[in-house]
């Protein structure tokens, strides 16, 4: 029996298997359960200042008739930028991904050129875009000028959450091609010849053949995309800055209670603990609906 | 009460400010007293945050470099962040011990306003974070009527290491002597010489929306409240409800505002500190709204070419009222009680206080001085007849109240005015006054 366990013996295993829960414990699974009890404190960023119990008043104050337009604001730009990144990230990296899994002349240098991005910090995002979108000089100040027009780019409260969309999926593609191209090569040729036969045409491969056959990876993209982009505020921070209404998300709001930042007049950490858990909320419901859903139809093909 | 602290506060930094422009000899300090005498020479890592700023960063840097071959067993570590990400990096650092010297700035509230709204510096302060400098042999070197204004709780905290000016506009002498124009006095006056330029196709302002676009809401408040006492009376007269956001002379504060962004060049939403300031030293726009923390930047950018000069945004139509600039003490030094080398931090302070190390600090800095007997820059000889009395600034009295929302921050919502945001000056403050209360 115990020639089934690696080393001999089932105390070997568990022993191996607590030294690496534990780093998960101490540095995700702890800090995550100490947010909830932050969150019903009034613990502000310094030391040496005492600490109270404020039980459920930092939710109070997220919900209050002050506050509930701010955060109905973020909110409402948090499920926007969400859903319009993982939906064009998504069918944008599906499209690349089948485009450079075809036998072509240079597609390790197309493939490198798509991933590169995901290389780069958030900062020199954040620098390239503010310098393609300067207001007074820049390639994109020239673009509108072909076309007799001009913009304040990040500065119009019109179109700025559509530029850091736009910006986001440029940053984040290459990991989604990654995905797609993997589960790409894992479909058998022998599909594509069988509907080649069949008469197929490109679109009817692409909608029959490969969609299906790639669910797992759907799965996988779609939700890392929505966690991530429900989550994601530094890409926003850098492009458009701390207190900007027009692209205001939750995450930013928690960054900008928690430390304050330029002239806020910041609540406690443990206010932006609260916003933490309200966030922690919405990503676990949200996600858990999305996975029940794409898990459910994987599991029909 | 606090009208009575703010005036004593008030009158206090105009003797100071008068002191620096027109005393030669007679010392209100005592600058000899500046070594710290018989402590220990100090050695080690001095680790060292403040908020950046080109000028400052190059002054400290200057004064860095003295000071560590005067003690070569000190290391000076200098960070210096980025102001929107500063509160965040002190707050790690401080709770690591990994601060020597930072920045704070207590502030004391007023008794109108609920103890709640006390900001995080003054708690720290209460509850024993900064060492306690009132007796620091080195802080008689500045000028003890400066000192009396950033006094919290009767102590002293911070060495105070300049006087800034921001609710001035810099303009660009040769535009105006090609057009014919003043130096306006009045809002009218100004209004019409951003048509005169207009009309000759240049154009007035230049704003940055994205970095700094409050400074221009700054300006038109400094001087439609122009004494501290009316300042005062505003802050109070919002706290009790008295004073609405929505009533006629707070609306006009917005309606200036907006009229200011109807001047400054086109898609100025966008566009950050460092474009501004390469704009106007290129020409691009005539004026500017900035602070004087900027001056030395401009100067080093535009060289002897550049002919400009600065005044006080002139929003009231009464031209006495537009006589001053407001100010502020500008970035003040505090060892935090949990520092691990305090003894290189406060000889470091009794360094930095030196009158000789202190202007070479200034002399990059571009800030006025808080010690006596500082010859001043040009620059603020220039300005000498806008800052002999000192006025605070609109910024340095407001409080804001942390219950209510968002929009009634500084209270006037000057950045939800079109372009910046997508609103009228009346909704701004329709929406300003329904935050604002909704915090009672």
Redesign the interface.
């Known amino acids: 029996m115990s020639a089934n366990f690696v080393f001999g013996r089932r105390s070997t295993v568990r022993a191996s298997f607590f030294l690496g829960l534990l780093p998960v414990v101490v540095f995700a699974i702890l800090p995550a359960a100490a947010v909830f009890v932050v969150a019903m404190t009034d613990i ?7 600490v109270h119990w404020v039980w459920f008043q930092n939710y109070e ?1 997220f919900f ?4 509930i ?2 955060n109905l604001n973020a909110l409402k730009n948090t499920f926007v930028f969400a859903f319009a990144v993982t939906i064009v990230q998504n069918i944008l990296a599906l499209l690349i991904a089948v485009l450079l899994n075809q036998k072509l002349r240079g597609t390790t240098f197309y493939r490198s050129v798509v991933f590169f991005p995901t290389i780069l910090g958030v900062t020199v995002i954040g620098l390239i875009w ?1 310098l393609m ?4 000089a820049s390639p994109g100040a020239a673009i509108w000028h072909l076309f007799g027009s ?9 179109i700025s959450l559509y530029l850091v969309i736009f910006v986001q999926i440029w940053a984040g593609i290459g990991v989604a091609v990654v995905i797609y191209l993997a589960g790409l090569q894992a479909i058998p040729n022998e599909l594509y010849e069988v509907a080649n036969i069949d008469g197929a045409s490109s679109w009817q491969k692409l909608r029959l053949v490969t969609y299906p056959l790639l669910a797992p990876s759907v799965t996988a993209n779609v939700l890392l995309c929505i966690v991530g982009s429900l989550q994601s505020y530094q890409l926003i921070y850098v492009l ?4 900007n ?2 692209t205001q998300v939750l995450s930013l709001a928690i ?1 900008a209670q ?10 406690s950490q443990g206010y932006a603990a609260a916003i933490s858990v309200v966030q922690f909320i919405m990503v676990s419901v949200i996600s858990l609906i999305v996975m029940a859903y794409l898990r459910g139809r994987e599991r029909k093909l | 009460m606090v009208t009575r602290k703010l005036q004593l506060s008030i009158k206090s930094i105009a003797g100071a400010m008068l002191g620096a422009v027109l005393l030669a000899g007679c010392s209100a300090g005592n600058p000899s007293a500046t070594t710290s005498g018989s402590q220990a020479i100090p050695k080690g890592t001095l680790n060292m945050l403040v908020s950046s700023s080109v000028g400052s960063d190059a002054g400290f840097k200057a004064v860095n470099k003295a000071f560590e071959a005067k003690y070569p067993g000190v290391t000076v570590k200098f960070s210096s962040i980025p102001n929107a990400n500063y509160n965040a990096v002190r707050s790690s650092r401080l709770t690591a011990g990994g601060i020597d010297v930072g920045l704070a700035d207590p502030v004391q509230v007023p008794s109108y306003i609920p103890a709640s709204n006390e900001g995080d510096d003054a708690r720290l302060a209460d509850a024993g974070g900064l060492v306690d400098l009132s007796k620091q042999a080195f802080m008689t070197n500045f000028t003890p009527t400066v000192l009396d204004a950033i006094k919290y709780k009767g102590k002293q905290y911070t060495v105070p290491t300049g006087l800034s000016y921001y609710s001035g506009v810099y303009y660009n002498k040769e535009i105006f002597q090609k057009y014919g124009l003043q130096i306006p006095t009045t809002w009218s006056e100004f209004v019409t010489v951003c048509k005169t330029l207009q009309s000759h196709g240049v154009v007035p302002l230049g704003i940055s929306g994205k970095d700094s676009s409050g400074i221009n809401m700054l300006g038109v408040v400094q001087n439609l409240f122009p004494t501290a006492a009316d300042k005062v009376a505003l802050a109070k007269g919002l706290w009790d409800k008295s004073v609405k956001l929505t009533d006629a002379k707070p609306e006009q504060v917005l309606n200036q505002v907006k009229q200011m962004y109807d001047f400054a060049e086109p898609n100025f939403a966008g566009v950050s500190y460092a474009t501004m300031t390469s704009g106007f030293v290129k020409g691009q726009f005539a004026m500017m709204s900035d602070g004087t923390w900027n001056q030395t930047t401009i100067q080093a950018a535009g060289g002897s070419a550049l002919n400009y000069g600065y005044f006080p945004l002139p929003s009231s139509e009464n031209p006495a009222d537009n006589a001053f600039l407001g100010g502020k003490v500008e970035l003040s030094l505090a060892v935090p009680s949990n520092s691990k080398n305090e003894g290189a931090a406060l000889a470091y302070l009794s360094f930095f206080s030196q009158p000789a190390n202190y202007k070479s600090f200034l002399k990059e800095a571009g800030f006025a001085p808080t010690e006596p007997n500082i010859q001043l820059s040009p620059f603020y000889t220039s300005i000498a007849t806008y800052t002999k009395t000192f006025e605070p600034a609109w910024d340095t009295i407001w409080i804001a109240n942390t219950k209510s929302g968002a929009k009634a921050q500084f209270p006037f919502d000057y950045n939800d005015i079109a372009p910046l945001g997508t609103m009228t000056p009346q909704q701004a403050a329709t929406a300003s006054q329904a935050a604002w209360a909704a915090g009672f």
Do not use: E, K, M
């Open positions: 502000r960023s310094l030391p040496f200042l005492p104050t209050s008739a002050a506050q337009g701010y503010t979108f300067n207001p007074t001009s913009s304040a780019f990040f500065g119009d409260p019109n458009t800055g701390l207190n209404n027009a960054f928690g430390f304050g930042g330029a002239g806020g007049s910041s609540q």
